[in-house]
Nanobody
């Protein structure tokens, strides 16, 4: 079994920054594609960013491209999301998730961390 624990959420003013972290435990971290998702009240969950095991391929949603950066440290079994120039519309519960590189389905999920951006 794999456990994912997010941290780093909070309240920040528009234009500010936050760094989310996700600690992975339970099985080897290698081989997993890691992703960050978010869900705001009344909205569908959306994939914000993802990164392959090697870190060589990343994905960003158009709404965050140029402001958010995903990274991972395989030695420490962590994945991070640096969020800059935050906007009120970034307010959501942010989730860390993992999937096997051979599958499109994210099968392991964290409990989420709340990010609130005030205007």
């Amino acid at each position: 079994q794999v456990q994912l624990v997010e941290s780093g959420g909070g309240l920040v003013q528009a234009g500010g920054s936050l760094r989310l972290s996700c600690a992975v435990s339970g099985r080897t971290f290698s081989g997993y594609v890691m992703g960050w998702f978010r869900q705001a009240p009344g909205k569908e969950r959306e994939r914000v960013a993802s990164i392959t095991w090697s870190g060589g391929t990343t994905y960003y949603a158009a709404s965050v491209k140029g402001r958010f950066t995903i990274s991972r440290d395989n030695a420490k079994n962590t994945v991070s999301l640096q969020m800059n120039s935050l906007k009120p519309e970034d307010t959501a519960n942010y989730y860390c998730a993992a999937r096997f590189s051979t599958s499109r389905e994210y099968v392991y999920w964290g409990q989420g961390t709340q990010v609130t951006v005030s205007s």
